[in-house]
């Protein structure tokens, strides 16, 4: 079916349906059991937030770039008293997916249609405990989403120990170390999780940015590190000044 920007078509898999929009696979809902996160990139941001605010303490979570509200929705099962946003641009999506996958009503889930670059200018600050950007237009990070100004306002956005999760694609690598360049000058604390294949540029796949206003110390960079190494597809985490790393020159 159409939506307000994309084609939408919904397809059985297992336990769950998957939600593709122009052919591109969007979201993942178990039908059966809400905390089963298919996606890894999920997986990873779920593996962080549970190392570091505890695996089942309510959230005040931002979802910037909602699709099907799979990671909203695991949230709101593992962490009852949670309450969540998402922004999605797609007002048609927006009210379907309420339709197809019975989401948590307010104020577990509100949505909210808009351009997440311009909403998050309107929001209050210091009011939420995650801000998830997942935000993509064409395959690609909009540059609107990942620049200097919506990074800063993201980081007004979060409480004293909030936490930023973004997902971008890798390759373009010019496209993370331009981000990352922007975290590290805006926040305390950065980390980066992925496969070592698409850090290093062997293969395509997701990567995901963590940052916080405050840096992380040497014990919470060890938990996380444990907590992604267990998860189904093992990965690992890197400090942004790791040579491994994306360089704005295009090296390794």
């Not at 695996?55 to 990671?71: F, S, T």
């Not at 889930?109 to 998830?132: E, F, K, M, N, P």
């Amino acid at each position: 079916m159409a939506t307000s920007c994309a084609t939408a078509r919904l397809e059985l898999r297992d336990t769950g349906v998957l939600l593709l929009l122009d052919g591109a696979e969007s979201s993942w809902i178990d039908l059966r059991d809400p905390t089963h996160l298919d996606f890894e990139y999920l997986q990873q941001m779920d593996a962080v937030v549970s190392a570091l605010h505890g695996p089942d303490e309510p959230l005040r979570a931002l979802h910037l770039g909602g699709a099907g509200c799979a990671l909203a929705r695991a949230w709101d099962a593992a962490r009852p008293g949670s309450t969540q946003l998402a922004v999605e641009v797609d007002a048609v999506l927006a009210h379907k997916v309420r339709e197809w996958f019975d989401l948590p009503r307010a104020p577990r889930l509100r949505i909210r249609v808009g351009d997440a670059a311009q909403v998050v200018g309107t929001l209050h600050a210091d009011a939420w405990d995650v801000a998830v950007r997942d935000v993509f237009a064409g395959g690609m990070v909009p540059s609107a989403c990942a620049g200097r100004e919506f990074l800063a306002e993201c980081r007004r956005l979060l409480a004293s120990n909030g936490l930023y999760l973004a997902n971008t694609a890798c390759p373009p690598r010019e496209a993370v170390a331009a981000e990352l360049i922007h975290l590290r000058a805006l926040f305390g604390g950065v980390l980066v999780v992925g496969d070592p294949a698409v850090v290093r540029g062997r293969r395509r796949g997701n990567l995901v940015l963590v940052a916080r206003k405050e840096p992380f110390t040497p014990s919470e960079l060890d938990v996380v590190e444990r907590a992604v190494r267990r998860l189904p597809l093992p990965v690992r985490t890197w400090l942004p000044d790791d040579p491994t790393l994306p360089r704005p020159d295009g090296g390794s």
